[in-house]
DNA sequence: CAAAATTATATTGCGTCCAATTAAATTATG
DNA sequence: CATAATTTAATTGGACGCAATATAATTTTG
């Protein structure tokens, strides 16, 4: 059923808030997917997918984490963890052994491959400041903006509504 | 402070340049699974996931458009799209219908339903406004240094290390 | 027109992701 | 010190995301 004001409901002044162009988390969504398709065929000579590179980034800084310390550095949960850190240890790149004092703890280590891997990374890290035509300001800055927006997020107070 | 050769073996001029605080990449993947977490409980309420509700606000923009269509606007291929498209159809969300004029094609079209959610998704947007902590202005900033990123990344020669 | 090339969608397989559950080990408590 | 509560990983199931393949429809070309 149609009256004259039909067409009212979606002229909002600022055209449509809800138009995909003008949501960050769009933009966000995208970049995400830009990047890992990027990343993909430095990734594949070596065998790699980005979450596991992304472990080995971890690793390169502190060696010898649990996998509950790569899941607090990384923001990923043993059900993603588990899978991809037997694929990393079948590929050669790290061991997993309980800690003999905490059983319940997996000790991830490089192997020499996996220690060998970081300089091929800064290669990968070069080839990739190429292309996102950034200059290191801009990409710091992007950063700090990326980093309070995470914050931000995060800090979001969760659904009162099931709360007592 | 110990003997000044002691820090030399990792001292790349700034630091490590391979640190994850350090990668714009990193940044993004986590803002993007931030804004997942966001959306999450939000989107419950309507039984969607976050991909379906993009889905959806391409619709709202312009309906009745072709799984290739849709996967334009988003970055998808049909193995994403296909079954996502199914579930939204049962869910009630959409139609699904060939083009008689070329059965190749499959028109998605919003249903009562999926129209009627348009309504709610303002709310979703309010919150998740709210959610970032970033002013307008803020938002626009960041979304255009995004769009900037993502056009230069998707510029980026493929790999030319296999072309002779 | 018939064969070949192209296009649109669907399917399969693999690797994330996350929620929920399970199992084992450790710590806290009565 | 025995049991309850907590902690850590692993597992399971559902949903992306993408590469590769399959299938059917359309267009191109010889």
């Known amino acids: ?4 004001s039909d067409k009212r409901k979606d002229d909002l002044k600022d055209g449509d808030a809800l ?6 988390c769009f933009a966000v969504y995208s970049v995400a997917h830009a990047f890992n398709r990027t990343y993909k065929p430095l990734l594949d000579k070596f065998g790699l997918t980005y979450p596991q590179y992304l472990v080995l ?13 790569i899941g607090e550095e990384l923001g990923l949960d043993s059900g993603t963890l588990s899978p991809l850190l037997k694929r ?11 800690d003999k004092s905490d ?4 000790i991830i280590t490089l192997t020499p491959k996996g220690v060998g891997l970081k300089t091929d990374a800064f290669g990968i ?6 292309a996102t035509g950034c200059s290191m300001e801009e990409a710091a800055a992007l ?11 995060d800090e979001n107070p969760q659904d009162q509504s099931l709360v007592r």
């Open 1 to 4: 059923m149609n009256n004259d």
């Open 19 to 24: 138009a995909l162009g003008q949501q960050l």
């Open 57 to 69: 980034l971890a690793l390169w800084q502190k060696d010898k984490m649990t996998v509950k310390g």
């Open 88 to 98: 990393l240890e079948t590929a050669g790149f790290v061991s997993r052994i309980r």
């Open 103 to 106: 059983e319940r703890q997996v």
């Open 125 to 130: 890290l070069m080839e990739i400041g190429k």
């Open 143 to 153: 950063r700090s903006a990326l980093h309070d927006l995470n914050r931000h997020l």
